[in-house]
């Protein structure tokens, strides 16, 4: 196995300031006045959560199935032609959680968050989602990836499941943020579409 050191652009700490960023740019926006019914904004509002959900589905998908196929092969239930499959599907799932992604572009970049009391929690649930994606997602999908190839792997092991904590925490952590929004408006939104992963402390062991 390589033990190279992860590139600079994939460690979490560049990745969560990156995140800051985007969050502190959302909310100057947000500060900024508007007045609008709460009808409006509770549309404008749901407009955002949906397309959080079309841009981050394909990572949302792809997390899934990485598990999926991790637990498949544990379970040695998969045929020698779904075993030569993997590192393709692997590969596949990666490049749905990176910035390389068109969907992962979008989310990251081309959501307008509404300027009203309700966006300040829209656009950190935004931030929440993206760290949740392009960090911990993609991080739990590398490390499938290797197990895949080097299964039983002590300190790949003990990476997935700091992986899956983080999965999800921050899972948890932007469906406050979303009930917040909720809150402010006095309705519910959408809710948001990521998949409860293998947590470490329920599961069986990674």
Same mark, same amino acid.
């Not at 508007?34 to 009808?39: Q, Y």
């Not at 379970?75 to 998969?78: G, I, P, R, T």
């Given at each position: 196995m390589s033990t190279e050191e992860t590139p600079f652009f994939k460690r979490r700490a560049v990745i969560v300031t990156a995140v800051v960023v985007v969050v502190l740019a959302v909310t100057i926006v947000t500060d900024l006045p @508007? /007045? #609008? +019914?709460?009808?409006s904004q509770a549309a404008g509002d749901k407009a955002v959560v949906q397309e959080v959900n079309a841009d981050v589905g394909p990572c949302a998908y792809a997390a899934n199935e990485s598990f999926t196929i991790y637990g498949d092969l544990k #379970? /040695? +239930?998969?045929s020698q032609g779904d075993i030569s499959r993997v590192p393709g599907l692997l590969r596949d799932d990666q490049t749905a959680c990176s910035f390389t992604s068109d969907s992962i572009y979008e989310l990251t970049s081309d959501i307008d968050i509404p300027g009203s009391a309700s966006g300040k929690p829209l656009g950190e649930m935004l931030g929440t989602v993206t760290l949740w994606a392009t960090s911990d997602a993609l $991080?739990?999908? @590398? =490390?499938? %990836?290797?197990? =895949?190839? /080097? !299964?039983?792997t002590k300190?790949? &092991? %003990? %990476? &997935? %499941? $700091? *992986? @899956?904590?983080? &999965?999800? $925490? *921050?899972r948890a952590e932007a469906q406050s943020q979303l009930q917040a929004a909720d809150k402010v408006l006095g309705t519910k939104l959408p809710g948001l579409n990521l998949p409860?992963? !293998?947590d470490p402390a329920t599961s069986q062991g990674s």
């Open positions: @508007e /007045h #609008a +019914s709460l009808a #379970a /040695h +239930s998969l $991080s739990a999908i @590398e =490390s499938i %990836q290797q197990l =895949s190839i /080097h !299964p039983g300190p790949v &092991l %003990q %990476q &997935l %499941q $700091s *992986d @899956e904590r983080l &999965l999800a $925490s *921050d409860a992963l !293998p």
